[in-house]
């Protein structure tokens, strides 16, 4: 079955270090999601990216951040300088056709700021 | 905000028992969906219930939409241990889902 790979599982950085997170989407999908959960809190929304554009972000997702789909399989997620804030579980997603249907999720990438 | 919000923020019960979380929300919506996610890993879709829909089922869940009330709920009977895990509802927004708090829900055995 078709699934989101994330890397790294986890990832320890020094505050003030860029992190850069990846994710391999489902091949056919077309619509792709950052969100970050940090510990024992909710799953928040970070960034949508369609047709090679972010369609929509946070707030969170400040000028720190940036999303990338350099190859056409890869989708990244850049933290310029890190913040102890800024450490959290972030999972990819991706959905197919639809913006409005099911979300597949990865395992999520671990970032721990020290 | 659109976000759903669960209810109970945690639920623990005996496996075999039937456990039901409740989901509001502010906005009108496309669709509402459940996700699970076991401790520490990614969420993974249950069901989805469109706005036109008042019911619909899978397997052990069932799933009520109340446009009305702007609630849901969702029902897993006959709950079985592996069944452990935090259930979230999820609001369809124009561009993105977004999450409420979730129900951590226990099973017992």
């Known amino acids: 079955e078709p699934e989101v790979t994330q890397t790294p599982s986890h990832q320890v950085t020094q505050m003030g270090q860029e992190v850069i997170l990846r994710c391999v989407p489902i091949s056919n999908h077309l619509y792709f999601y950052w969100y970050r959960q940090i510990l024992g809190q909710k799953v928040e929304f970070l960034v949508s990216?369609?047709?090679?554009?972010?369609?929509?972000k946070s707030e969170i997702f400040d000028d720190q951040f940036s999303v990338e789909r350099p190859d056409g399989s890869n989708f990244t997620l850049k933290i310029r300088s890190t913040k102890l804030e800024d450490s959290a579980m972030y999972f990819c997603?991706?959905?197919?056709?639809?913006?409005?249907?099911?979300?597949?999720f990865g395992e999520g990438s671990r970032l721990t700021v020290l | 905000s659109q976000q759903g919000e669960e209810d109970p923020q945690a639920l623990s019960i005996q496996e075999g028992e039937n456990a039901t979380m409740n989901c509001s929300y502010k906005?009108?919506?496309?669709?509402l969906q459940w996700y699970r996610q076991n401790s520490g890993r990614g969420l993974v879709h249950l069901i989805l219930?469109?706005?036109?829909?008042r019911e619909k089922h899978s397997g052990r869940l069932r799933v009520t939409l109340d446009t009305s009330k702007k609630s849901s709920s969702l029902l897993i009977t006959a709950s079985r241990a592996a069944d452990t895990a935090s259930y979230f509802c999820?609001?369809?927004?124009?561009?993105?889902?977004?999450f409420g708090q979730g129900t951590r829900l226990t099973i017992n055995p």
């Open positions: 906005t009108s919506i496309n669709n």
């Open positions: 990216f369609y047709n090679n554009e972010i369609s929509e």
């Open positions: 999820a609001t369809v927004g124009a561009q993105k889902l977004v």
């Open positions: 219930i469109r706005s036109n829909e």
């Open positions: 997603a991706s959905s197919d056709l639809s913006q409005t249907g099911e979300l597949f």
